[in-house]
């Protein structure tokens, strides 16, 4: 079975439309998304585009802050901070990469935590990691988790395996699936006898940059498998799957294009929601 995850995100995104019209209603006011982006890099600004169309269409106020790639530290540092105090903004989004001259912890850490929809901060991630679910949890992450439990799988006792250990998908994606009950092995490309690991896992979900690199011999049948690569091959986008010969013996795999990206985009606004409910609602 393919997992479709466009699919999935629009019923999200109907669901939110509805909530939103419900806070225009209430409130006289919409959720507020962010979205500063530095330079012309040609793939950060279609993902900029993706999601301010995302957010038209649920009816969350956008507002998009192209900044020049030479802008100092200091001067994004000042961006962030307008933004933080700006009350029409719920949720601040900063388009990585960043250019080499400024530090992207240094960023993520001055976003106001109410706001960080992204889910980067060391906070939202430290309560990732314990179970706690008042926080942000990371887009992609969240999105992965979300269309496992469409397929209504029991995680408990389950061998998963995560292959890539980066802060923004490897390691709370791990943190997600131990709080689901799932025993968690996270693996890297060099990871000793990684065939063998993988071939006992229930769920497999890689995220490596590593075109076509999940072969049909790592994967035992039966098993399911989220691919979270974005590759260009030949002109072609793929994933860090085999697709064509690794969805014989899967029983559920994603797609891509068409999978785990949407779903970011979805768990972004959805963030954006939740944020907007904390100040409106609870008054935080």
């Not at 049909?216 to 974005?230: C, P």
Request: neutral net charge; aromatic residues 4%; hydrophobic residues 40%.
């Amino acid at each position: 079975m393919i997992i479709d995850g466009k699919k999935c995100s629009e019923e999200i995104l109907n669901k939110l439309k509805e909530e939103v019209v419900g806070f225009k209603e209430k409130f006289n006011k919409v959720p507020g998304l962010a979205v500063v982006i530095l330079g012309e890099n040609p793939a950060s600004k279609i993902y900029v585009r993706s999601k301010i169309r995302a957010c038209d269409k649920v009816g969350i106020y956008s507002k998009e802050i192209v900044l020049s790639e030479n802008i100092s530290e200091e001067g994004l540092l000042k961006e962030i901070e307008k933004l933080n105090k700006d009350r029409d903004i719920n949720g601040i989004l900063v388009q990585l990469p960043l250019p080499k001259h400024i530090d992207e912890k240094k960023i993520c850490d001055a976003i106001d935590i109410r706001k960080d929809v992204d889910g980067f901060k060391p906070e939202s991630l430290g309560k990732v990691m314990l179970g706690e679910n008042d926080g942000f949890i990371s887009c992609t992450p969240q999105g992965i988790m979300y269309l496992i439990d469409e397929l209504n799988i029991d995680l408990n006792g389950k061998n998963a395996v995560v292959v890539g250990r980066s802060n923004i998908v490897g390691k709370p994606v791990a943190s997600l699936l131990i709080n689901k009950g799932a025993t968690t092995t996270v693996c890297n490309s060099k990871t000793k006898d990684l065939e063998g690991i993988l071939k006992r896992a229930d769920l497999i979900v890689i995220a490596i940059g590593k075109a076509r690199f999940l072969t049909k011999e790592m994967v035992k049948e039966g098993a399911v498998v989220i691919d979270v690569g974005i590759n260009r091959e030949e002109g072609k986008i793929c994933g860090d799957v085999d697709f064509d010969n690794v969805s014989q013996i899967a029983s559920h795999i994603t797609p891509v294009p068409g999978g785990v990206g949407p779903m970011t985009i979805a768990m972004l606004l959805k963030n954006t929601v939740k944020a907007f409910c904390k100040e409106e609602l609870n008054g935080k």
